[in-house]
């Protein structure tokens, strides 16, 4: 072969390997653009395994709820003198059952007690309602000589100070007013709808944390026996509630308010998921009440000692379920005395309400209108009877 010959084969050779090449090249060009085209929208309909369900949950959004309420709940902010034994056998028991009560000896001292929570505007002409314990210091009880000097912090920045309209040591709740208008409220909900595992909002400002908002659901309705206060029919839940939540608000996801934060069952003082509030219908008829009369008007049968009903007693007494509630004493001038009520008596039923605990009877006595005779059915002996009880003042 010649060397022109050879030549000519080599141009031919790489000529054709160019040729493939380029083929190729443009095949595989052609492959990545398919797959470019097919994986973006692949990827954005078909997202990993998990991802889809995760954002096909959609979260509540409160926010709006939140800017609508968040305004009408204030800080308070209470300051009282009140006077101590000086005595240094104050709490000495020896000291006590040989002298007696002689703190006298050695004088009383004088010191502020001040607090700190929220409180909720529940009317445009400044009615603020908050706990008693948080215009009345620990103690609970407010000097009718020398009141407390209670000053509320508006969500404007604006501080004013209040007047106290009434307390109610009883619902542990407390009505102020301020001398200002057209100040923004939150509508009243009815705290008789709710329902265990809905949605709840608590507004308040834990440890002077101004508005705060926290997030959480109705744990438990009815809560009674907790030791807070003497009428109890709590609200719980578990939105987070700390010191300086007490007064604020509990505010369904309609912006309703279906309660006012009271207290929290905490072993550290913190927030531990178990706060209780006021229901928003028994709190509106304390509001009722003190606005109207300066007090709360409650029903009573007079002094009657209650105890709960054991299974040994109730096999004795001959109650069947050992459903109801034992009475160990009473006064003779108690009207349920006079109706015929008797110790050793069981209350299986006040007006048609079956009696379960002695919280529950006094709630039911307490809510009966003055007035009214109430139809309150006891075990004696065995046998089943009834009574009409006339409800009157506290006695």
């Known amino acids: 072969m010649t060397t022109a010959r050879r030549l000519i084969l080599s141009v031919l050779l790489l000529a054709c390997g160019f040729a493939a090449g380029l083929v190729i090249t443009a095949r595989l060009r052609g492959t990545e653009d398919v797959v470019a085209q097919t994986a973006t929208p692949s990827t954005v309909s078909s997202p990993l395994p998990g991802v889809a369900a995760a954002a096909a949950v959609v979260m509540p959004d409160f926010t709006r709820v939140a800017e609508r309420t968040i305004p009408a ?21 020896f000291f006590q059952f040989f002298y007696g009560n002689r703190d006298d000896m050695f004088g009383q001292r004088r010191s502020v007690e001040r607090s700190l ?9 400044g009615l603020v309602l908050t706990n008693n314990h948080v215009v009345a210091g620990e103690s ?35 009505l ?43 744990s438990a309705l009815g809560r009674a026996n907790v030791g807070i206060s003497d009428y109890e029919d709590f609200i719980q839940t578990d939105a987070a509630i700390n010191p300086g ?31 209780f509030a006021v229901p928003s219908n028994l709190a509106r008829r304390v ?20 105890a709960p ?24 001038d108690a009207s349920a005395y006079e109706a015929g009520l008797r110790p050793g008596d069981v209350i299986v039923a006040f007006n048609r309400a079956t009696i379960t605990d002695g919280g529950q009877l006094l709630r039911l006595i307490q809510d009966a209108r003055i007035g009214s005779t109430a139809v309150v059915a006891v075990i004696r002996e065995g046998a089943r009877i009834e009574l009409k009880i006339p409800s009157s003042g506290p006695n």
Not at 117 to 125: F, K
Not at 252 to 275: E, P
Not at 287 to 306: A, M, P
């Open 73 to 93: 709940v204030v800080n308070i902010a209470s300051a009282q003198v009140v006077q101590r034994p000086n005595s240094p056998f104050a709490n000495d028991p």
């Open 117 to 125: 929570g929220s409180g909720v505007i529940v009317s445009a002409d």
């Open 140 to 174: 609970g009880r407010i000097s009718l000589r020398q009141l407390p000097a209670v000053s509320v912090a508006l969500a404007d920045k604006r501080e004013v100070q209040a007047s106290i309209v009434g307390v109610d040591p009883t619902t542990d709740l407390a």
């Open 176 to 218: 102020l007013k301020i001398d200002a208008g057209n100040l923004p409220t939150i509508p009243w909900g009815d705290s008789g709808t709710l329902k265990v595992a809905e949605w709840v909002l608590a507004i308040g400002n834990p440890f002077q944390l101004n508005q705060t908002v926290t997030l959480g659901i109705v």
């Open 245 to 275: 939540n007490s007064g604020g608000a509990l505010v369904n996801t309609r912006g309703q308010l279906v309660g006012i934060n009271t207290a929290i069952f905490s072993r550290s003082g913190g927030y531990q998921g178990i706060g």
């Open 287 to 306: 509001v009722n009440d003190l606005t109207q009369y300066g007090e709360v008007r409650r029903g009573s049968i007079g002094y009657v000692e209650i």
């Open 309 to 332: 009903l054991s299974t040994l007693a109730a096999q004795q007494l001959g109650v069947p379920d050992a459903q109801g509630v034992l009475i160990q004493g009473m006064r003779r």
